[in-house]
């Protein structure tokens, strides 16, 4: 068995999704993680119901998220 | 007693189904888990009270679990 | 003085009613606890406002959980 | 000074009122408690804003608790 | 600088106001505290918006508290 | 780089203000801070949308801070 | 892999954009931060939906934080 952030290692440099708490989902390719969940992701888009937004670089917190998932 | 993440060690690889807080369930099958309830799930579709959508690969943050079951 | 979770212990394999946080309660069979109260129910019925429904064996995150009761 | 928790030493056996988070009362005899506010009331009562209703013995999860005040 | 622990020493015995996060407020005498800002009042009055009622000796759980003040 | 409890340490004995989860916002000089962000603050104001009110000295819960910022 | 902290070290004295938990946006020159995702910004500006106003130097608190994003 991987554990869930070894996993999360398979991902780095991939396309990811992430969901927030707030529905907002974040499209990006992962550059890091912590065991916090905390993330960075580059070439970032915001989407949310209404909006689609670039963002470049970000890092997000990691109590902020729901689920990731390879996109 | 087997505690309860033994029982966990006892679902890997079978189809499991994972109600979060916000009322969407996760079905898929167990890929790992961890101390918080980080969870690994393949072949994973999301159930919204209105819909019903494919994900594939999915890493859930543990504190948004509510409960686990077999399916 | 016997701790709560030494009380837990003496509900084993009984009939136990566990109200969450949403208001649902659960009704089950307890097999297993640890110390975050995670427990695991087996022959569980879940009980809302307007159904009720069986689950078979759950394993309940212990955050979601605001009391235990014998049934 | 005795900390707070050395003031619930001196409610053992004693009737307690607890007010949860979600506003229920639960009114009961203190049978033990430990340092996350975990307790465990027996003859317990459930006082609603519309409800009374008898739970006999009661597991309460501490991080539920508002206050506890001897009835 | 006394750190903010130590100032609540200084309240000790004295009459005290403390703001808990659902806005109600509770009066009474400050008998102890710890770490967590759990706090032991006696001859205590709670006070909402609409009612005032007395309580006696309360033990409240930190979390709850927003401040304390001297009366 | 100083960390952010050190900037902290540089606002002692000056005026604060601090915004509050609530939107609350506590104007008064600052006393004394922890690690936790509980703060206590000396002559404080109390402002929300409809009222401003004198509170003399406060201790606050460093859960409910959202800023600290000179005034 | 840079872990995600490490990333906010390259932010330093740069031009940086926070989202808040509240939908506040923050914008500012980051001078400092820690392990919990505190931190410090000088000339600092709130934009909520509807204003647009100068902070000056603000300590934030961080478990309000959602991302951080160079700008």
Known sequence: MTVPLGVMQSLLQKNVSL???DNTVLEGVLQSYDEFMNVVLTDTEEITA??????????????NVVRISAK
Chains 1, 2, 3, 4, 5, 6, 7 share one sequence.
Do not use: A, P, S
Not at 50 to 63: H, M, S, Y
């Open 50 to 63: 209404e909006t689609r937004r670039k963002l470049g670089t970000v890092i997000l917190r990691g109590n």
């Open 19 to 21: 969901l927030l708490k």
